[in-house]
């Protein structure tokens, strides 16, 4: 069975999107390759044919997961979040115990995850290690390198 995904709405029509421009422009494309390819002579030996035929397959594959999770999506309703822990799409304010440093994460889908912009995933081991925190309580997260401590400074939506 499929798990569950939880998207914004602005995520869940990115993905819609995508799936779209997929199966609209770059199916066709595929389509056309193939014909293409079939136009130049003998299959048993055409490679461009072959590779046609290969990539059209893997754009199969891609819809076909990019449906299956948009058939599993929900949308998360912000305001019906508890903002007294960490859940998905929380924006969580942390500090690092060693260095001092602090950092403001959105957790979100993992589709979603834009580290440059301050998303991290849920299934992300930072992600996971903020999951049902409070303000005050100390996450301590497994990473490659050892354990990390963090203050779990603000939570907000």
Do not use: C, H, W
């Amino acid at each position: 069975m499929s798990k569950v995904s939880y998207y914004t709405a602005e995520g869940l029509k990115k993905l819609r999107e995508e799936l779209n421009q997929l199966k609209d422009v770059e199916r066709p494309k595929a389509s056309q390759a193939i014909a293409d390819a079939r136009d130049k002579g003998d299959l048993s030996e055409n490679a461009e044919y072959d590779a046609a035929k290969e990539a059209q397959g893997l754009l199969e594959m891609k819809i076909s997961k990019m449906e299956a999770t948009l058939a599993n999506a929900r949308v998360i309703d912000e305001s019906q979040l508890d903002t007294s822990k960490v859940l998905a799409l929380s924006i969580v304010k942390i500090k690092n115990q060693v260095n001092g440093m602090e950092m403001t994460y959105t957790l979100v889908a993992e589709s979603e995850a834009d580290l440059a912009a301050g998303k991290i995933s849920v299934n992300s081991p930072i992600g996971q290690g903020l999951l049902g925190k409070s303000v005050g309580d100390v996450a301590e997260i497994k990473v490659p390198n050892g354990i990390m401590k963090f203050d779990i400074l603000d939570i907000s939506r």
